[in-house]
């Protein structure tokens, strides 16, 4: 079969490997379509440690091509998207229900060969049946959407909630989208490029700020009265935008830290927590449970996903697609696999 070959940053390589083969409780899944995101552009670039040579890829969807010995929850041909986190199962953090914190797990393209490759074997388990009417292009996306549901959930936004959610990336689209079914009411977004702002606008954002021509804090506590946000959520991963989310929270609110930021955040105040009682939340990947109601709700319209996929690609373009999204981070793209 065809993969994307990574053998040492920038080094990627299409190239014939040996097909691989399902085992007991496990399937070959036909990849249809795989996502270019943020994690498989920092892997491509040397950013994260990896084991070389590594096929890579994270996100992705496909029909079922053969089932191994034991297979029952799906059969060849079913169209599904795949749970992207593996995991041990029989650590304490597995069966406490948190097996997105194993540390024996891990994540396809980047301590497992990943989907950027024609085919790919993932354990039934992993597996999640899609309709007909979601494309596999829009697939690869929920993965991601899970992400954000399984973060939400730390924060539960009730209706009425004024939310605030900084950063219009892919993820902070998302999660706007996502807090809007819910019930926020204002939901403010901010971003630094009007056409997200646009998006967001179309996604239910009651209103947005544009970070470039207005103070995002001082135009939050216009739109809340003096309070500051109920919940703010943090999509960008940086420390200014980290900072800024203590200082437009409310006494009493609820930070989610979605973004990530390796960098420490200089300047903020932890005397916060005791004078606001806040309460600041992280959130890391996703497990299985979070698929199926989004699936639900992709497949209904609550969730559009049709103006994230902005571009697409063959397997043989991979290496451009991803010196492109390298040196524009700030567009989203979706690889496919078309016959070729």
């Known amino acids: 079969m065809k993969a994307a070959v990574l053998y040492a940053p920038f080094d990627l390589r299409i190239e014939e490997v ?5 085992e007991s409780e496990e399937v070959l899944l036909k990849v249809r379509a795989s996502g270019i995101r943020g994690t498989d552009v920092s892997i491509y670039a040397g950013k994260q440690k990896v084991t070389y040579p590594l ?15 034991g297979v029952t929850r799906v059969k060849t ?3 599904v998207v795949s749970d992207a986190v593996f995991s041990c199962g029989k650590c304490y953090l597995c069966q406490k229900g948190r097996r997105n914190l194993c540390v024996e797990g891990g994540i396809y393209g980047r301590e497992k060969d990943g989907s950027y490759a024609e085919y790919i074997v993932v354990p039934e388990i992993a597996c999640f049946k899609i309709p007909d009417n979601i494309p596999f292009e829009e697939a690869t996306i929920i993965e991601m959407l899970a992400t ?3 973060g939400q959930k730390w924060i539960p936004i009730n209706p009425g909630e004024s939310v605030l959610i900084i950063g219009q990336g892919a993820a902070g689209l998302l999660n706007t989208q996502l807090a809007k079914v819910s019930g926020a009411t204002p939901l403010i977004v901010s971003d ?6 646009e998006l967001a606008k179309k996604f239910g954002a009651d209103y947005i700020i544009d970070a470039k021509k207005e103070n995002v804090l001082k135009k939050t506590m216009e739109l809340t009265e003096g309070c500051g946000a109920d919940i703010v959520i943090e999509a960008v991963g940086n420390p200014d935008t980290v900072k800024l989310s203590f200082e437009a929270v409310r006494p009493g609110g609820k930070i989610l830290l979605f973004g990530i930021t390796t960098k420490p955040v200089d300047g903020l105040n ?18 299985g449970d979070e698929f199926k109601p989004l699936i ?18 063959t397997l043989d373009q991979l290496k451009s697609a991803l010196d492109l999204h390298y ?3 700030a567009s989203f793209k979706v690889l496919t696999f078309p016959k070729n």
């Open 192 to 197: 630094f490029f009007q056409w997200k702002l």
């Open 327 to 329: 040196k524009n981070p």
């Open 77 to 79: 041909g079913d169209r």
């Open 55 to 69: 096929i890579i890829g994270h996100e992705f969807a496909g029909q079922i091509a053969e089932v191994g010995e």
């Open 270 to 287: 932890s005397s916060l927590f005791y004078f606001k009682e806040i309460t600041a939340i992280g959130t890391r990947g996703l497990v």
């Open 148 to 150: 954000i549901y399984r």
């Open 296 to 313: 639900k709700l992709v497949a209904s319209g609550a969730i559009n996903l049709t103006p994230l996929n902005m571009d697409q690609y």
């Open 18 to 22: 040996e097909k691989p083969k399902p």
